[in-house]
């Protein structure tokens, strides 16, 4: 079996970390230079860089802020936040980034998604998806950190978007944001029973034990990981080799 | 050593080129990005990076030019480092959405993954280990001393065929499948995954990569 990638996910507002509650209540985390190669150096798989107001204030993420913190940091990172052209792309990789995660732009302008991929290729371009669950049990895609519907209903949305050449699905539950409530497992089972690109599961990682439930049952390729990793209650060592001694293969550095 | 050294990495349209840049400065050593086939006969490293699409980067080195240029300089056995896509093109064609062919450094074609045990998602996108052909050590390459346990980052769908095992440097598994994921002739290799995005491990080779430029010129 593959290695299962571990990935802790910044979200920046402003010059900081932080973290929401269910996109709201933000909490101060820190400075994301920092943390970043703090968790670098701990052994992280992959890094996610999302500026979670960039898009709903209409502007640019801060590009000097990204390539101060994706200096002397050798591992692959998607960033997102308020990405609307080729151009925006461009800026953002030769910040550093490797991989771009786009949601708010491609609701309303999916053919973007094919634009990007052809200029970058499919390996480059990420599908965020922001999924509350409905009254009626369907789940809807919002945008702008939670905030806004997009009408689109999620698997409806990620199939469109894989038509259109999307390489990867970063999923995040809003509902289960910040909650270590475990991962919206229902929902990640919907999307990895088709999905023919990995699939990085976000929103709600908690105790070691919830880790390994999106592998097992929801089969994703990744987890991306903030509050425990933040908070401090759990490292990116005891994660990963809690999974290894449940015969879940990990990069161990 | 007479002079600083110089690494180019060849600008030719593809990928995300700054981090490599990075993974110089890291050593201490200056990296150019460049399209010009004078600095790159002046350098004393070659890069060839790239990710995306076999014929669309043979078309960004021909658009610039630089196709023959490359073939000299591997040609007189400069040091050149192929990354990814930039590995694939230096074997003889490659067979993406057609079939197109590549800089013929190292005989041998690039493929599609076959269909690959326990359902793996192609492309094969994470970190994976490499190790030698059975019975073949790296000592004087620039995987030299990496351990059967080191893992590199990969992220692509295509693979290296080299017709010779000669040329086979590295072999990886993935789903069931195993190939080659770096390949060698004298002082050209070329590796599939991606050093500067393989942490302390990938700035190993990078490093490696300085020390024989270092030992030549």
């Known amino acids: ?253 | 050593m007479s002079h600083d050294l110089k690494i180019a990495i060849v600008d030719y349209g593809v990928g995300n080129l700054y981090s490599l840049i990075r993974a110089f400065n890291f050593f201490g050593v200056e990296a150019v990005i460049t399209e010009d086939a004078k600095i790159l006969e002046k350098a004393d490293g070659i890069i060839l990076p790239g990710v995306g699409s076999f014929e669309a980067g043979m078309r960004g080195l021909e658009i610039r030019g630089l196709t023959e240029t490359i073939r000299n300089l591997a040609k007189d056995d400069k040091p050149v480092l192929g990354i990814c896509l930039g590995a694939q093109i230096m074997l003889t064609e490659g067979h993406e959405f057609g079939i197109f062919k590549g800089l013929d450094i190292i005989k041998g074609k690039v493929v599609h993954f076959p269909i690959l045990v326990d359902n793996e998602k192609v492309p094969h996108i994470g970190w994976n280990t490499i190790s030698p052909r059975k019975g073949d050590s790296w000592s004087d390459t620039i995987l030299d001393p990496f351990d059967k346990n080191d893992q590199v980052y990969f992220v692509h769908s295509y693979i290296l065929e080299p017709e010779s095992k000669e040329n086979i440097l590295a072999l990886t598994t993935y789903g069931n499948h195993t190939f080659c994921s770096a390949v060698k002739k004298g002082n050209i290799y070329g590796c599939q995954f991606h050093p500067e995005k393989s942490g302390t491990v990938g700035l190993k080779l990078i490093e490696n990569f300085i020390n024989l430029i270092k030992n030549i010129s």
């Open chain 1, 1 to 253: 079996m593959k290695n299962i990638r571990i990935i802790p996910r910044l979200d920046i507002k402003g010059p900081n970390v932080v973290k929401p509650v269910q996109t709201e209540a933000l909490r101060v985390i820190g400075n994301p230079k920092k943390l970043a190669h703090h968790y670098y150096e701990a052994g992280a798989d992959e890094l996610i860089y999302l500026d979670i107001v960039a898009s709903l204030y209409g502007r640019n993420l801060d590009f000097d802020l990204l390539k101060s913190v994706t200096e002397n940091i050798f591992i692959p990172i998607t960033v997102g936040g308020g990405i609307r052209s080729i151009h925006d792309i461009n800026n953002v990789l030769r910040s550093g980034a490797d991989k771009i995660a786009i949601n708010t732009y491609v609701v309303k302008h999916p053919n973007f998604i094919s634009e990007a991929v052809r200029e970058f290729g499919s390996q480059c371009i990420v599908l965020y998806i922001e999924a509350k669950k409905q009254l009626d049990g369907s789940y809807e895609a919002y945008t702008d950190g939670g905030r806004e519907k997009s009408g689109l209903e999620v698997i409806d949305w990620i199939k469109k978007a894989i038509d259109l050449g999307v390489g990867e699905i970063l999923l995040t539950s809003v509902d289960k944001d910040g909650t270590r409530d475990g991962y919206d497992i229902e929902l990640l089972k919907k999307i990895t029973s088709f999905s023919p690109i990995p699939v990085i599961a976000h929103g709600g990682a908690g105790k070691p034990e919830s880790l390994k439930k999106a592998v097992m049952e929801a089969k994703v390729d990744a987890l991306g990981v903030s509050s425990i990793f933040h908070y401090n209650e759990y490292s990116i060592k005891d994660s990963k080799d809690y999974l290894q001694k449940n015969n879940i293969n990990v990069r161990i550095i």
